[in-house]
């Protein structure tokens, strides 16, 4: 079973950029469904962005197309989320979530998460 930790989190002004990272042990990222979520307070946790298992489909949010890139680093085992032209709306707890079967599309059926790392983008 895997576990994940994400880090790179933090404080940012508006247009800047963070890279957020999330690292797994236990099991490798090869056979997983992978995605990032965020919530914000007060507000549902929504599904951002998925990488296939086979790390060759992608799919985006609206809200952050054109400026975030979900990608993994099979050596490090480790998945990534760099997000560009980071606006004050995108403040919220950041996590990176993993599943194992089925369509990768439901986003309610990631079963594996992270604790979660904060993004606070100022104005």
């Known amino acids: 079973q895997v576990q994940l930790v994400e880090s790179g989190g933090g404080s940012v002004q508006a247009g800047g950029s963070l890279r957020l990272s999330c690292a797994a042990s236990?099991?490798?990222?090869?056979?997983?469904?992978m995605a990032w979520f965020r919530q914000a307070p007060g507000k549902e946790r929504e599904g951002l962005t998925l990488?296939?298992?086979?790390?060759?489909?992608?799919h985006y949010h609206d809200s952050v197309k054109g400026r975030f890139t979900i990608s993994l680093d099979n050596a490090k085992n480790t998945l990534y989320l760099q997000m560009n032209s980071l606006k004050p709306e995108d403040t919220a707890m950041y996590f990176c979530a993993a599943r194992d079967g089925g369509s990768c599309y439901r986003w309610s059926q990631y079963n594996h998460w992270g604790q979660g790392t904060q993004v606070t983008v100022s104005s």
């Open positions: 236990g099991d490798t990222y090869s056979s997983y469904c």
């Open positions: 990488l296939h298992p086979d790390g060759g489909a992608t």
